[in-house]
């Protein structure tokens, strides 16, 4: 075997999984088990959000390094599944260099969704998440343009900018001079409502919790770089929604926060929506979306049990964020897929977005009252997905350490 092109294929691998949208330490531990399922030694690999560096001795006993540097990251779940299903194939079965780079060319010529599917995709996610957070008619068909809009300004500048901060600034900004326009001149009525619908499409609760993650596990400068990446975002959604604000003052609505009374109401515009992120995360496989749909449904209902127990959102966030994890761990299984898929969309009925745009809101109005109620909000929900994310990480990292010293024994 020439085992240099092999070593290629199998950093190519890791490339395309963090491209893809999957953890940094998930791909470390794919890397090592890919190298040690073709017998290289001495493996030393490591792994950060834009870099993969890997030196080795192949079984000839030569020793090489190789790296590969990361210029742009994103969400496609399908190729995220096929690079997770070739790596589980080829630590089964490792084969030959020549078959191992067809079978990557393969994974990694999955074709994003077209243009129309994508839009329909963000039409179902924005519309629902716009009636989850109680949007009248009107407002929904605002929300409806508005996801349409933030589709196509998404695939003309995401060409263009690779930037969280700059890309995001640019289509909330204009999805939300949209929105004010609309409201102002009477196609809608509640421009949070709206906007905090729509603005889920830019929003992923991943890089923040996955850089947590990784300073848990000391991957210190992963950790850092994951959470800049998802802060620089947000940053660039604020900002976004910000400048109309500024520029049309007098155009916003300063309506109370709420979801929408009606559970039922509610439960499946978040089933509808979810299925919609699916879709837009490049989720092509339909029992994937149809599993995720239904995670999300459940999540939301661990949700509002909770609530209605304790009377604490806090802790509600923090019961449905382990559920979510520990759902989404089940439905991998299952599914024989990464679990990114499912722990992503699963939790996204309970991403403060809402709590970010009327942040903003208060910060532009000059209301320190709301700007730091929300902001308050915003923090805490986020800690207690990611501290409930966690401890199901740290037992299940805890027992997965006991079954390997038993087999050892």
Not at 232 to 243: D, E, K, R, S
Not at 255 to 264: D, H, K, M, R, W
Not at 336 to 343: D, E, G, H, L, S
């Amino acid at each position: 075997m020439n085992y240099s092109v092999i070593l290629g294929c199998i950093l190519d691998i890791g490339a395309g999984l963090i491209r893809s949208g999957a953890e940094t330490h998930r791909v470390e531990d794919s890397l090592y088990r890919l190298c040690g399922a073709y017998h290289f030694e001495n493996c030393n690999i490591w792994v950060v959000p834009s870099n993969i560096q890997a030196t080795v001795t192949d079984p000839d006993g030569k020793t090489e390094t190789q790296i590969r540097h990361i210029r742009r990251v994103g969400m496609n779940f399908d190729r995220l599944d096929r690079l997770n299903d070739l790596s589980r194939r080829c630590c089964s079965s490792p084969p030959n260099e020549t078959e191992l780079a067809a079978e990557l060319q393969k994974a990694m010529n999955t074709a994003p969704s077209k243009l129309w599917i994508s839009a329909f995709a963000a039409l179902m996610a924005g519309v629902s998440f716009g009636v989850f957070f109680n949007c009248d008619s009107s407002d929904a068909l605002v929300a409806a343009f508005a996801s349409l809009l933030i589709t196509v300004l998404g695939r003309f500048f995401g060409r263009r900018e690779s930037n969280p901060l700059i890309l995001n600034f640019i289509i909330a900004s204009l999805a939300e001079f949209f929105i004010l326009l609309c409201v102002h001149f009477g196609f809608g009525h509640h421009t949070g409502y709206i906007t905090v619908g729509v603005v889920m499409l830019l929003i992923s609760a991943l890089g923040t919790t996955n850089g947590v993650r990784d300073l848990v596990h000391l991957d210190t400068l992963s950790g850092v770089m994951n959470i800049s990446a998802s802060f620089t975002g947000a940053v660039g959604i604020a900002l976004g929604i910000a400048l109309p604000l500024i520029v049309l003052p007098g155009y916003g609505t300063n309506e109370p926060l709420a979801l929408n009374p009606s559970v039922p109401a509610a439960l499946i515009s978040c089933v509808t929506g979810c299925a919609g992120f699916a879709v837009w995360f490049h989720t092509k496989k339909i029992p994937h979306v149809l599993t995720c749909a239904f995670g999300a449904a459940v999540i939301w209902g661990v949700y509002l049990a909770t609530a209605a127990l304790t009377g604490d959102i806090y802790c509600a966030a923090l019961i449905a964020s382990v559920a979510c994890s520990l759902l989404a761990m089940l439905m991998a299984r299952v599914n024989k897929a990464p679990v990114t898929i499912f722990r992503t969309i699963c939790i996204f009925p309970l991403i403060p977005g809402a709590s970010l745009y009327y942040m903003m809101y208060g910060i532009i109005m000059r209301d320190g009252s709301l700007a730091s109620s929300m902001g308050l909000s915003l923090f805490l929900t986020c800690f207690c997905i990611v501290l409930g994310f966690l401890a199901v990480e740290a037992v299940s990292g805890f027992f997965k350490k006991v079954h390997s010293s038993n087999l050892e024994q």
